[in-house]
């Protein structure tokens, strides 16, 4: 199979209120919905398709990368365990 040209973008909500997903490759970065958000996970789903090992503490050079091109894709700033804000 070929590898995706530009990353898959996903989002829950306005601005992504729920929870938001990047795929970017093997690699998945995940925000799940939620009153508290919890911290953003990262899969690599060529090693791990069922998605049970988060590989975020071990790959913070990924997960920064893939949160600044989906912050760039949606047009918003996001932080970690706080609620998106525009702009």
């Known amino acids: 199979r070929a590898a995706r040209?530009?990353?898959?973008?996903?989002?829950d909500g306005?601005?992504?209120?729920?929870?938001?997903?990047?795929?970017s490759g093997d690699w998945?970065?995940?925000?799940?919905?939620?009153?508290?958000l919890p911290p953003l996970m990262l899969f690599n789903l060529a090693d791990d398709p069922s998605e049970?090992?988060?590989l975020a503490a071990e790959r913070p050079d990924k997960?920064?990368?893939l949160k600044e091109r989906f912050e760039s894709w949606a047009g918003i700033r996001?932080?970690?365990n706080v609620k998106m804000t525009a702009g």
Not at 14 to 23: L, T, Y
Request: net charge positive.
């Open 5 to 11: 040209a530009r990353p898959l973008l996903m989002g």
């Open 78 to 80: 996001t932080t970690r």
């Open 63 to 65: 997960v920064k990368d």
């Open 52 to 54: 049970k090992k988060d």
């Open 28 to 36: 998945k970065l995940l925000q799940l919905p939620g009153k508290k």
């Open 14 to 23: 306005g601005p992504f209120k729920g929870g938001w997903a990047i795929r």
